[in-house]
């Protein structure tokens, strides 16, 4: 997942939020057959990997990476 559908960048200003970061990764599960396990691990599996998390007003996520656009998503 992480070579299919992220982009390392160093850019610490922008957040993407766990939610989202979920929903991709439990989407690429379901098409490549794997077992999609809890937001929760998916938090501990980004983090023990060097991924920086960070807390926005609004949201929990992530920074210094960003999703790839897929087929079908949004630009």
Same mark, same amino acid.
């Given at each position: 997942?992480?070579?299919?559908?992220?982009?390392?960048?160093?850019?610490?200003?922008?957040? *993407?939020?766990?939610?989202?970061? =979920?929903?991709?990764? /439990?989407?690429?599960?379901?098409?490549?057959?794997?077992?999609? !396990?809890?937001?929760?691990?998916?938090?501990? *599996?980004?983090?023990?990997?060097? =991924?920086?998390?960070? /807390?926005?007003?609004?949201?929990?996520?992530?920074?210094?990476? !960003?999703?790839?656009?897929?087929?079908?998503?949004?630009?």
């Amino acid at each position: 997942w992480v070579r299919d559908r992220i982009i390392v960048d160093d850019d610490e200003t922008d957040v *993407v939020s766990s939610t989202e970061l =979920f929903e991709n990764w /439990r989407e690429w599960c379901g098409e490549n057959g794997e077992y999609a !396990r809890s937001a929760k691990a998916l938090v501990r *599996v980004l983090k023990e990997r060097g =991924f920086r998390q960070k /807390r926005t007003a609004t949201a929990r996520g992530f920074t210094g990476i !960003r999703l790839r656009q897929t087929f079908g998503s949004p630009p």
